[in-house]
DNA sequence: CCGTATCCATTCCGATACTG
DNA sequence: CAGTATCGGAATGGATACGG
């Protein structure tokens, strides 16, 4: 699908692993502990084959893993490796999102608190090696050739 | 698409504006400064009548917005609303794990750079409000009613 | 419990032709 | 240049039945 212009881009590359209707989705699930093939067919609500599919990408891919059950029953467990963990500020990136604009002022909705305060989590902001915050503007894109 | 559970969840609901095969590529071209139809038809190397049918619904989500050409001709042009440039962290997020992750070492890519120290642009972390930096583990989640 | 195999409906996409 | 109209094919998703 990536033609030579977007097979250069990062963000291209990542969206062919991420941009379907179902990783991140499964993600955001992994992070919040969810690891069992059950669990997650509950709480996303779909297909058991279309979710069997998904689960295989996402092992293929490098950002989940099957291991051996960790309450001693004979099932594996599908657990985050480091590159999956690693999406967790873009899952991060769309809660905040869509928590500032795509509900109403006293309408219900989950939030993501901070474990050891209990305050939210700090809003995600795109800053420079000094700390400015930088919008897209303020940015320009270099191709780099060798590491 | 959305059931009862993920209905009161940010990230379901980002995904439903975001989630698609373009939404965000396209919007990465309007952070790169492109504005008119050609522009991101030619980048994207998409057929019209998709790019078409993705812009018309980026309008409706209030994501871009028309305005007349900055150049004077005759045409219109999509530029960010506030709500469409928010996304910028979650592009930049994709970016950063893609560049990690999607490429070889001596592979080419493109990079992305502060303008005004031509340095490359901090990696993005998930934050306490304290200034720790936080993985999945270290939050929970609340649901909220009121506000 | 954890999947796989089938089958069908739907949605999405690309190419092409056409309009103002 | 900036779209719209149409069509066929590919990918995706859901339901169900079945097997280890």
Chains 1, 2 share one sequence.
Not at 97 to 110: D, N, T
Request: aromatic share 6%; glycine share 8%; with cysteine.
């Amino acid at each position: 699908m990536l033609d030579d212009v977007n097979a250069q881009c990062p963000v291209a590359r990542a969206l062919e692993v991420l941009g379907d209707r179902w990783a991140l989705m499964i993600l955001r699930d992994a992070f919040d502990g969810l690891r069992r093939f059950s669990e997650f067919q509950k709480n996303l609500g779909l297909a058991k084959n279309i979710l069997a599919t998904r689960l295989k990408l996402l092992l293929e891919s490098g950002l989940l893993q099957l291991q051996p059950a960790s309450d001693g029953s004979a099932y594996k467990e599908y657990v985050l490796t480091d590159k999956g963990r690693s999406v967790f500020p873009i899952v991060v990136g769309l809660r905040q999102w869509g928590e500032r604009f795509l509900f109403e002022a006293g309408e219900a909705r989950s939030e993501l608190l901070d474990s050891a305060s209990g305050k939210p989590i700090e809003t995600l902001l795109v800053r420079a090696q000094d700390g400015r915050v930088v919008g897209p503007e303020d940015c320009r894109r270099r191709v780099i050739s060798h590491g």
